[in-house]
């Protein structure tokens, strides 16, 4: 699918929120080196659109990212800058990645760990969000992602099942998570 945005939108230099596991603010760092070697504890957050028929829309990062490159995951997922509170950033990069503005939802957040082979590791404490579009709406940033997609939750259970190691490790943990405990948000 073609792309109407390649603007760059991302920096390695860019200033990321160091957090206890109390999502309380402790500093800054670069966020280059907030992914180095076991990472360091940050705020992110994590954007699921779903659309009309129920379906999820994903996205394929790039070849260019640091950490899981052409790894499918979920429609959005970025940190806060400093200064700056997860929901705004939330929609600050759905709009810049994918060209979408909607209302989000805000579900949970959680601390989680993962480590991208000898490159680096997501140490992260993240705040999940859902939000309503159509494909229509979608105008991907080549820079960010290289494909997008809905899938229906049977086909995205199925894909997880027989192909887990194409999906990034938070997408998995947090598409579990929503259906055990926020369910009755999906619905319009």
């Not at 070697?37 to 260019?64: C, K, M, P, W, Y």
């Not at 990034?168 to 579990?176: G, H, I, L, R, V």
Request: overall charge negative.
């Amino acid at each position: 699918m073609s792309s109407a945005l390649n603007k760059v939108v991302s920096s390695d230099l860019e200033e990321l929120i160091l957090v206890n596991s109390d999502d309380e603010k402790v500093g800054t760092r670069p966020k280059r080196e907030c992914h180095l070697d076991q990472g360091e504890l940050h705020r992110a957050f994590s954007v699921f659109i779903f659309n009309s028929a129920g379906e999820v829309l994903l996205q394929q990062r790039t070849a260019q990212k640091f950490l899981w490159p052409l790894y499918w995951s979920n429609a959005c997922c970025s940190h806060p800058r400093a200064g700056e509170d997860s929901e705004d950033a939330a929609h600050r990069r759905l709009n810049q990645e994918l060209g979408i503005s909607t209302p989000l939802t805000y579900l949970y957040k959680f601390e989680y760990h993962a480590r991208y082979q000898n490159v680096g590791s997501e140490h992260e404490l993240c705040w999940v969000w859902i939000g309503f579009a159509e494909a229509q709406d979608i105008l991907p940033n080549s820079n960010e992602v290289a494909n997008w997609r809905f899938f229906s939750r049977e086909e995205l259970d199925r894909e997880l099942s027989q192909n887990p190691d194409t999906y990034t490790p938070w997408m998995k943990m947090e598409w579990e998570r929503i259906f055990k405990d926020h369910q009755n948000l999906l619905n319009r």
